[in-house]
């Protein structure tokens, strides 16, 4: 049954300077001590979570996606986060997914956190990005995202689940960490899927303050890995035998609502 070694990476982050945090998380990736196949980076792991895309956005063809590509050479790994994105007169909270061979998925937030005005600055994504990676597939999300339950919503088809894991890459705040945790837990049970929320911590330009919280839930709700407060780098195995398990010994899916979203 297929396995996926993951490392996720909980840090702090330098307030909108992509050139020490492009070097802080290579000189992570560099000491890791056991072989990885996927390593996770918060949202917005170049800046922090900035207003100011007009200033250190970057287009897909730029510095931060080329380091991207570099590493995931360098080390034959996956490596995914989010970061700005300039495109098309318009600027996206954009997910990457970055391979080895150097080819690129991404996933453009979808619920902009107008209460920090995100909505203002950024354009909202339309549509879901879900990977696949020995045979076990990922739903990619962002911070936001986690609020909404619709957008993250299980479906099967002829049998097949869409994804096995969902990934959240987030900078939420201290204020809000219960809700984190909470929702973390209550979207792994209602999907029966594994769920990793990957948060930084320290303290933003604007004074925000993060507990990390990173986590990952197994598909009956049970924290694995809660990690807060500190910059961790935490290495885990997923097999999807695991999830086989629970979704076949409690075929809950199976009297699932049926429903699509309008404009997906």
């Not at 705040?173 to 809700?179: D, V």
């Amino acid at each position: 049954m297929p396995t996926l070694n993951i490392t996720i990476v909980q840090s702090s982050l330098f307030w909108e300077d992509a050139v020490a945090n492009r070097k802080m998380f290579e000189e992570k990736i560099n000491r890791l001590q056991q072989p990885t196949q996927l390593v996770v980076l918060p949202e917005m792991f170049t800046t922090g979570f900035s207003m100011q895309p007009k200033k250190y956005a970057e287009p897909m063809d730029g510095t931060t996606v080329q380091w991207m590509q570099a590493l995931a050479l360098k080390y034959r790994i996956i490596i995914c986060g989010s970061i700005m994105i300039a495109e098309n007169e318009n600027f996206y909270n954009r997910f990457l997914w970055v391979q080895p061979n150097g080819e690129i998925s991404y996933y453009n937030k979808r619920h902009l956190f107008a209460y920090a005005n995100e909505h203002l600055h950024y354009t909202a994504g339309n549509s879901k990005t879900i990977v696949s990676v020995n045979g076990i597939k990922i739903c990619l999300q962002i911070c936001y995202d986690l609020r909404f339950p619709v957008w993250a919503r299980q479906a099967k088809l002829n049998d097949e689940y869409a994804y096995d894991v969902l990934l959240y890459v987030a900078n939420w705040p201290i204020k809000r960490s219960n809700a984190w945790k909470v929702l973390l837990q209550a979207r792994a049970i209602e999907n029966q899927s594994i769920v990793i929320g990957v948060n930084r911590v320290g303290e933003d330009g604007n004074g925000h303050k993060y507990s990390g919280d990173s986590m990952v839930v197994d598909a009956l709700g049970q924290v694995l890995y809660k990690k807060e407060k500190d910059e961790d780098i935490h290495q885990f195995i997923i097999d999807k035998s695991d999830i086989e398990a629970v979704r076949n010994q409690l075929p809950f899916l199976n009297d699932a609502d049926n429903f699509l979203l309008i404009n997906e």
